[in-house]
């Protein structure tokens, strides 16, 4: 099954570096590791183009925010406590359908017989190519959403969407140690990386799963980052749509304004990938806490993000992130349903 994203690189990852971490220590706690079919051999599909709240009406689209079994932690085993799995679906399910949804997170939850339960390989591309992004407005973030999620023979598998506010777009959430600054974008922590949901620890507590998301982290950045392959695809971007926006009598932003934030985000893109191969590699810390007060980090201090485009709410997005106990979710809530 593939994504509807038709520019998520690279086009093939094979896991074949095997790069090191310093100062990691994982023990194996993933329980019993089961051979599994690589094929995808269930009935269920996506459609080419998602409708309009495809998720469901709560929150802020796509899943609601985290609740109903939104952030795929396992709590019991009753249907009723993952109601915005089943209110979101996108093929018809039954009762055997949803058994086998609960069971999986179940397992993924306590650790066990991983490849049973989770296509793991993909996950870990998945994983990897998201974390790089850094998109706080999913599981990645406080809010659990924008994600598709997919059963097939009783593996779980998710596929990306909704990616507009990647590199700093959120406004008041994410980078390093929760600075939504130039240099805590480009150095947002590629452990821990999932603040909204649980679903991925098991991966991570694991060393051999862990090392190849490492991989393919280092794949990522060797191959299309300083490999050439975004460079390419930045100028044929730009070959293809600079003259367009320069003459469009519609557009929102002048000419200037749209060739700033360009070079702004091929800047942010390789200085991200400069962090991220360095935490891979031990020379930067990989952790928000091993991150604090650390002169190893990349400075992208010169950078000003807001030239690419930021969330027209960013300021009570910030005030909630900073509050303790989230009590301005309602209203934050009822601000973006009227924006």
């Known amino acids: 099954m593939e994504s509807r994203a038709e520019e998520i690189p690279p086009d093939q990852f094979d896991g074949r570096k095997q790069p090191s971490r310093k100062n990691r220590d994982h023990s194996n706690t993933a329980g019993e590791i089961q051979e599994a079919a690589t094929e995808d051999r269930g009935e269920k599909t996506m459609p080419e183009e998602a409708p309009s709240g495809f998720f469901g009406d709560g929150g802020f689209g796509g899943f609601s925010m ?7 932690n396992y709590t019991d085993d009753e249907p009723d406590s993952y109601s915005a799995i089943w209110d979101g679906e996108v093929t018809q399910s039954g009762k055997a359908d949803r058994r ?6 179940k397992n993924i939850s ?17 994983m990897a190519v998201h974390v790089f992004s850094v998109n706080e407005d999913s599981l990645s973030g406080m809010m659990a959403h924008n994600y598709y ?6 593996r779980l598998n998710i596929l990306p969407w909704d990616y507009n506010l990647t590199l700093g777009g959120m406004g008041g959430r994410g980078g390093a140690n929760g600075d939504d600054s130039a240099t805590g974008i480009v150095n947002d922590a590629i452990d821990n990386a999932f603040s909204g949901t649980d679903f991925f620890d098991a991966l991570m507590e694991n060393e051999e799963y862990h090392s190849k998301y490492d991989c393919y982290l280092q794949q990522l950045t060797d191959e299309y980052v300083f490999g050439g392959g975004f460079e390419k695809f930045y100028e044929r971007v730009r070959r293809q749509i600079d003259s367009l926006v320069e003459t469009d009598p519609t557009a929102f932003y002048t000419y200037e304004e749209y060739s700033d934030a360009a070079d702004t985000l091929y800047e942010v893109v390789q200085l991200r990938g400069k962090s991220v191969k360095g935490q891979v590699e031990g020379t930067i810390p990989s952790t928000s806490d ?6 190893a980090l990349v400075d992208a201090s010169h950078l000003d993000l807001s030239v690419m485009g930021s969330m027209d709410m960013g300021d009570p997005m910030r005030e909630w992130n900073e509050s303790s106990d989230r009590t301005g979710l309602d209203n934050l809530t009822k601000m973006k349903m009227q924006n």
Request: glycine fraction near 14%; avoid cysteine; aromatic fraction near 8%.
């Open 66 to 72: 985290g609740g109903g079994g939104a952030d795929l």
């Open 100 to 105: 086998r949804v609960i069971t999986a997170l």
């Open 110 to 126: 306590e650790g066990t017989s991983l490849e049973r339960y989770m296509d793991v390989d993909n996950l870990l591309k998945y």
């Open 149 to 154: 999620l997919y059963e097939a023979d009783g």
């Open 290 to 295: 091993e991150q604090k007060n650390s002169k």
